[in-house]
């Protein structure tokens, strides 16, 4: 007997076959996509420039499905500046495809946990890199609440340290291909600091009040591009709007709502506040980083609380996403 095969009308008219071939065909498209999605990573900044990428959006918690506070500044088409290093940073490094060898600079806002945990997860990878110069680092002094980046440096990656194997970062050792470079910035008074330059950046930094803990705001200076991160403070000591003026995009760190109180408004700024500054320091846009599950569902009420001051464009930071300026 002749083998006999279904015709395109039994075809059409049979419906799990109709979804066996859906079924087939979306796992290849999905698969495609996914595949295009690794090759080409998950976000593009442009070639060239100043761009401003997110690695990391979320606060501390741990169901708020995002990366800890860290940002990305690309120049050109390169990795140049990396500004904290919460937990999951270095992999979002990695899936930018920013290279350790290209940073000129990274800097820390303060040195709690959240912001900069991952260190040692960026020096381990750097074991591997072709870099050979110095990374500079720069940070906060310490004090009785929190040590100071040259302490905390020897906490982890010293002889005695948690991971001894990457003390030859801070000393000459063989098997590390460079060492860093420390710079301790002073976390009180008021007095602005203006001690690093590189071939693409201009650093400065300030004080900034975070509860009992040492914390700095940094400015960054590309050519005539600007980029102020605010970071965590409460604006106790209103210096943040003439640091700031002028600049191209203000990070501040959006972790509560007008309606905290205590210890909370001791620590944070207030969207109310936020859009104080910004319209003070006559911003071109703000990006709120470090958004807490306390933030989370209510942007729109966030929104209007910075537009009654401020009228430029407000970004509620995701991971990955990048920013021309």
């Known amino acids: ?110 040195l709690q946990a959240q912001h900069a945990a991952d260190l040692p997860g960026l020096l381990a990878g750097g074991l591997e890199s072709e870099r050979r110069e110095r990374l500079p680092l720069l940070g906060p002094d310490g004090n009785d609440t929190l040590p100071g980046l040259s302490d905390m440096l020897e906490r982890l990656i010293g002889e005695d340290g948690a991971f001894p194997q990457l003390e030859g970062f801070l000393r000459p050792a063989s098997g590390t291909p460079f060492r860093l470079s420390l710079r301790e910035v002073p976390a009180t008074g008021s007095r602005r600091w203006a001690q690093f330059g590189s071939e693409h950046l201009m650093l400065s930094a300030i004080p900034v009040h975070h509860g009992d803990v040492p914390a700095l705001a940094w400015r960054v200076e590309i050519d005539d591009v600007s980029i102020t991160f605010a970071g965590s403070f409460n604006n106790q000591k209103n210096l943040i709007h003439e640091f700031a003026k002028d600049t191209d995009a203000l990070v501040v760190h959006h972790a509560i709502n007008d309606n905290a109180r205590g210890q909370l408004r001791d620590l944070h700024v207030t969207p109310s506040q936020i859009g104080r500054i910004a319209s003070d320091a006559n911003a071109r846009m703000v990006i709120l980083g470090h958004r807490s599950m306390r933030t989370r569902g209510v942007e729109s009420l966030t929104r209007e609380s910075i537009q009654e001051q401020f009228n430029g464009p407000i970004i509620f930071a995701t991971d990955l996403q990048c920013w021309g300026l």
Do not use: H
């Not at 076959?17 to 999905?30: D, E, I, N, P, T």
């Not at 996914?34 to 741990?62: F, K, M, N, T």
């Open 1 to 110: 007997m002749p083998l006999s095969y279904p015709v395109l009308s039994d075809v059409l008219t049979s419906r799990p076959l109709l979804f066996g071939l859906f079924l087939v065909l979306f796992c290849g498209l999905y698969s495609t996509a996914l595949q295009a999605r690794d090759r080409d990573g998950p976000a593009y900044c442009g070639d060239s420039g100043v761009w401003l990428q997110i690695l990391g959006s979320g606060g501390p918690e741990l169901l708020d499905e995002r990366t800890s506070p860290s940002y990305l500044i690309w120049v050109d088409g390169k990795a140049r500046m990396l500004v904290n290093l919460g937990p999951a940073a270095s992999y979002n490094f990695n899936r930018s495809r920013g290279r350790i060898e290209d940073l000129e600079a990274v800097a820390f806002n303060n």
